[in-house]
């Protein structure tokens, strides 16, 4: 099971940290969130190392849909309800200054960076009317479509224009290049001011966890503010152009959007643990629909999802002044991380990031999916079960179109035998028959 993306490249490799060292800024996690922060430090010239446990984006990141916008499903009509209209219009300003971001950057970097417009469509005319409403309250340049290239029922869709698709692969291997990284170095322990691998001692003033779901459970409550749903991908070959990229705004729904000579489908999500359509939903759907195209890759991705569609950006907790974090990027992960690498580095660097404010994991946690979060989290401590998550204690369910064993309340993976696939969990399965 390949991405798109790996097929065609893959990152340079770094050396494994092998002594004790002293750091301004210690990031832990090699995903692009970490990677873009990375980059943006070292040419402030502030002193920093990344570490990543394995690969460098060999995880989250190598599985995106790879797509930079600012339209993140029908999300305005609601940030407009939670935050008013400043703030749903900085919102928006956040991420426009980040698709600018990865356009400047990309003019330079050979990563097939493409401008496109990005559709999402709906079967409810009033969710149609509602988000239309929001977006030209807040001044999106935003359009109203009734007729789109995709065999779905829809009503309409709201269109953004100029926004961007590329290989974040190839994006990162160039940016990467010079980067202060060491690779297979694991943080097994952390303190205030140390991080313990097993080859070496990183003393840092300020550190960043980029590592997808925040590992510290002792600050921050991730472990009630974060789900994580999992979706699939299959790459059809010598398919038609549908000529942008469209998503429906219901989670269950079908994306789309070339690359190349290959159609992208996406769907069949679910929350990690649960049951879903999978592959088998999107082959199905190939065949009816594309029965000439052949497939040539599948892969999932796994999204960590916020209470409120913001992610959190900034100080792990309200009592961590020394320590940031980001994540919650709500399946928008590569627009989300430039902003997160935008607002992380201004705030290390003592720099005001008018965006900050919005992001500020500090902010409140009293939302609907907050009850839903720690509804699973006691359904999956009662259940009876010999196989349980080593992150909290959770009863893992079997995943059986990825063989894989899942945990429903915080989404870490575990492989057949036991070994860690996704994260919070830090560690594998005690060595026992499953």
């Known amino acids: 099971m390949n991405s798109i993306w790996t097929a065609e490249t893959e990152p340079d490799k770094f050396s494994r940290l092998d002594r004790d060292i002293k750091t301004d800024v210690l990031i832990i996690g090699g995903g692009i969130a970490g990677i873009l922060t990375a980059y943006?430090?070292?040419?402030?010239?502030?002193?920093?190392?990344?570490?990543?446990?394995?690969?460098?984006?060999?995880?989250?990141?190598?599985?995106?849909?790879a797509k930079i916008t600012c339209q993140h499903g029908f999300v305005y009509h609601k940030l407009l309800?939670?935050?008013?209209?400043?703030?749903?219009?900085?919102?928006l300003q956040a991420n426009k200054a980040a698709l600018k971001e990865y356009s400047r950057l990309c003019k330079n970097i050979e990563c097939n960076y493409e401008p496109k417009d990005n559709y999402v469509y709906s079967c409810d005319e009033r969710k149609l009317e509602k988000e239309l409403a929001a977006v030209e309250v807040i001044g999106a340049d935003a359009q109203l479509c009734r007729r789109l290239p995709i065999p779905v029922n829809y009503a309409g869709a709201i269109k953004f224009s100029n926004q961007a698709q590329f290989n974040p692969i190839k994006f990162i291997k160039a940016i990467s290049k010079g980067?202060?990284?060491?690779?297979?170095?694991?943080?097994r322990e952390m303190t205030e001011n140390s991080a313990v691998t097993d080859s070496g001692t990183i003393y840092f003033d300020k550190a960043i966890v980029t590592t997808h779901f925040p590992f510290i459970n002792k600050h921050g409550s991730y472990f009630l503010k974060l789900y994580q749903h999992r979706s699939y991908f299959i790459a059809l070959e010598n398919a038609p152009d549908v000529g942008g990229m469209y998503v429906d705004e219901n989670k269950k729904g079908y994306s789309f959007r070339n690359y190349g000579s290959f159609l992208l489908i996406g769907g069949g999500g679910h929350r990690t643990g649960k049951q879903g359509g999978n592959w088998q939903e999107l082959r199905r759907f190939a065949r009816a629909h594309y029965p000439n195209l052949?497939?040539?890759?599948?892969?999932?991705?796994?999204?960590?999802?916020?209470?409120?569609?913001?992610?959190?950006?900034?100080?792990?907790?309200?009592?961590?002044?020394?320590?940031?974090?980001?994540?919650?990027?709500?399946k928008w992960g590569i627009t989300g991380s430039m902003t997160a690498a935008m607002i992380l580095s201004d705030m290390l660097t003592g720099k005001h990031n008018e965006y900050a404010g919005i992001f500020s994991p500090s902010r409140s946690i009293i939302k609907p999916q907050l009850f839903v979060n720690g509804f699973e989290s006691t359904a999956g401590l009662l259940t009876i079960s010999k196989k349980r998550c080593?992150?909290?204690?959770?009863?893992?369910k079997?995943?059986?179109a990825e063989h894989s064993w899942d945990c429903p309340c915080h989404g870490s993976r575990f492989s057949e035998t036991g070994k860690v696939l996704d994260n919070p969990a830090n560690g594998d399965l005690k060595t026992r028959k499953l």
């Open 40 to 65: 943006r430090l070292h040419h402030m010239g502030v002193k920093y190392v990344l570490v990543e446990k394995e690969r460098i984006c060999n995880a989250t990141t190598c599985n995106t849909t």
């Open 179 to 187: 980067l202060n990284i060491y690779e297979n170095t694991f943080v």
């Open 398 to 400: 079997w995943n059986s």
């Open 294 to 330: 052949s497939e040539k890759y599948f892969w999932a991705a796994q999204d960590c999802m916020s209470l409120d569609g913001i992610p959190y950006i900034g100080n792990y907790s309200k009592n961590t002044p020394n320590l940031y974090v980001a994540t919650g990027f709500n």
């Open 390 to 396: 080593p992150h909290l204690g959770c009863a893992l």
């Open 81 to 91: 309800k939670s935050l008013g209209v400043e703030g749903a219009k900085m919102y």
